[in-house]
């Protein structure tokens, strides 16, 4: 089973770049890492996914070393609306029994 | 109008009582999820469902039970339910070709925070 671990808070200020780490040792060949964004009182929300390497789209970058036993959110000059906690999600259901390995997650509290 | 939608959004009730969640999606998505979330911790699958006819247990289905009326429709049931049941609940649905969870994105509705008494 591929347990996720990430810091349980991190604090930034608008203008900076965050990096949050997952660390996932025990990562099966056919897991994709999805990073996942929460609000309170909301469902998650997809933020990117990767395989392999580096991943980026217009909100995030998503760096996977080859090992691929940790991988890296990067987000871009962050906001107050960045705040939320961030999920890193590592799973498969044939030879996790079910177990969605959500973890966590990472609270990122963004100050002005 | 919201892809993914839960009824109730709110539901308080007492120890023993039978409850329905519902949930009901317009993306077209074969698979739906149960998920249920504890204050500070991160989502734990209940039931996952691959289509009509494949429904599968989850990390924490113990006194859940599912109904997957149809394509666009996933039930969750608490047939007595018990306080540590309180938590938020939630329904996602994705696309995807494999039996690998994470394969493609998941969307999730807005929950539904069940509390009981």
Known sequence: ???????????SYEGQEVNITCSHNNI????????????????????????????????????????????TLSLPRVSLSDTAVYYCLVGDLNTNAGKSTFGDGTTLTVKP | DA?????????????????????????G??????????????????YYSFDVKDINKGEISDGYSVSRQAQAK??????SAIPNQTALYFCATSDGT???????EQFFGPGTRLTVL
Not at chain 2, 3 to 27: A, F, H, W
């Open chain 2, 3 to 27: 892809d993914v939608t839960q009824t109730p959004r709110n539901r308080i009730t007492k120890t023993g009582k039978r409850i329905m969640l519902e949930c009901s999606q317009t993306k």
């Open chain 1, 1 to 11: 089973l591929a347990k996720t671990t990430q810091p349980i808070s991190m604090d």
């Open chain 2, 29 to 46: 998505h074969d698979r739906m999820y149960w998920y249920r979330q504890d204050p500070g911790l991160g989502l734990r699958l209940i």
């Open chain 2, 74 to 79: 996933f039930s969750l049931s608490l047939e």
């Open chain 1, 28 to 71: 099966a060949t056919n897991d994709y890492i999805t990073w996942y964004q929460q609000f309170p009182s909301q469902g998650p929300r997809f933020i990117i996914q990767g395989y392999k390497t580096k991943v980026t789209n217009e909100v995030a970058s998503l760096f996977i070393p080859a090992d691929r036993k940790s991988s």
């Open chain 2, 98 to 104: 494999s039996r690998i969870l994470t394969e493609n």
